[in-house]
């Protein structure tokens, strides 16, 4: 019998392509999400009937949903669909499994809602192939791993700057020092991500940069070959080889739309990867370190001792179940569970830390 929680994932994605489509100026990709609504609706009723009940039992939108809906309105539109169609991905593995002991027929969002996008433009013949790109170019470049992206940071800082805490206050009783080590630990973290980040994202940049000069490069030397690599290109698409030798050559005739096409279709490089700024991922990185790392420094600018480190423990704690709440967006699991497993994990490193420092704080003095 069907999972419940699977027909409850089905309708919150019905209702939440529903706010897109409410929200979605362009009225193409407006049908789409649209359509995708219906998709998935069907499929919670279809599973429902599994378990012989009728629409009447559709769940409402779950706190999940809600959430996500609010962080649309916040935040825009894009980032929910980002997240959304990453959280597709995660849960495609469970809906084929379910069809398996059903014994149903796949479908095309089992494994992608990209693909029941690619094939829903491609059905209406009237629909350009541009509003393809644009819309995956939309897809890649927002949403889910922005948002993933501040959640895991924001945990790095919290855990690790609260490790550090509790070590040195372990070993100190909680003195003045932790302040000045936490604030140590939260500039030293936040500037090795910070780094971390700018290296990866510029060497990334100048690895397409060069594979691209390169590519410019042979299609000077060898505009033949470049040339025969583009038919054989289209011809792997379904083309017939003489409209895809026709093609090519007509596409040869522009050097530079030749090149952009080739840099595409050959190397797989998409323009908006080239855009990122180095510097601009550097700061947001060492910001969310930052705004995770100074949760349990916090206490120690106001107090010391055992109240500072009872007031540390409590506000990473709280810190710890938001940051576990929060991964519930892309994981749909239970709030709680991801939640309090965050804490535990958490609290399990600082009092290994704090256990450690107080041992050595005691033999020091001993």
Not at 51 to 77: D, F, H, K, N
Not at 153 to 159: E, F, H, K, S, T
Not at 290 to 307: E, N, Q, S
Not at 330 to 345: A, C, E, K, N, P
Request: with cysteine.
């Amino acid at each position: 019998m069907t999972d419940f929680s699977q027909i409850r994932t089905e309708a919150d994605a019905a209702f939440l392509y529903g706010i897109l489509a409410e929200h979605e100026k362009d009225a193409v990709v407006a049908a789409i999400f649209r359509e995708m609504s219906e998709v998935e609706k069907g499929h919670a009723l279809a599973f429902l009937a599994a378990r012989g009940q009728g629409p009447e039992a559709m769940p409402p939108p779950s706190g999940r949903a809600r959430t996500l809906a609010w962080v649309g309105r916040v935040l825009g539109y894009d980032y929910l669909l980002g997240v959304l169609l990453d959280t597709e991905k995660g849960v495609s593995r469970s809906i084929l499994s379910a069809r398996s002991r059903q014994r149903s027929e796949a479908s095309l969002s089992d494994t992608s809602h990209v693909a029941i996008l690619r094939n829903l433009l491609a059905r209406d013949a009237k629909i350009p192939a541009s509003q393809l790109a644009r819309f995956e170019k939309r897809h890649r470049s927002v949403g889910g791993n922005a948002l993933r992206a501040a959640v895991l940071g924001g945990n790095d800082g919290l855990v690790s700057n609260f490790s550090l805490v509790m070590g040195i206050a372990g070993a100190t009783g909680g003195g003045r020092e932790v302040l000045l080590t936490g604030i140590a630990g939260l500039l030293a973290g936040a500037l090795s991500m910070a780094l971390g980040e700018w290296i990866s994202v510029r060497s990334s940049q100048e690895l397409l940069e060069n594979q691209m000069r390169l590519e410019a490069e042979e299609l000077r030397v060898s505009p033949a070959d470049e040339e025969r690599e583009l038919a054989l290109i289209y011809r792997s698409k379904g083309i017939p080889e003489e409209q895809a030798r026709r093609m090519a050559h007509d596409l040869l005739a522009d050097p530079a739309r030749a090149h952009a096409t080739l840099v595409s279709e050959e190397l797989g490089i998409r323009p908006e990867e080239l855009e990122g700024s180095a510097c601009e991922a550097a700061y947001t990185s060492f910001l969310l370190f930052a705004l995770g790392a100074v949760i349990p420094v916090a206490p120690y600018f106001f107090t010391t001792g055992t109240t500072a480190i009872a007031l540390s423990a409590g506000l990473s704690a709280a810190g710890l179940f938001g940051i576990g709440a929060a991964i519930t967006l892309f994981t749909g699991r239970s709030v709680w569970s991801s939640g309090l497993r965050q804490v535990l994990f958490g609290m399990l490193a600082a009092a290994v830390t704090f256990a450690i420092g107080k041992w050595i704080g005691v033999a020091v003095a001993g």
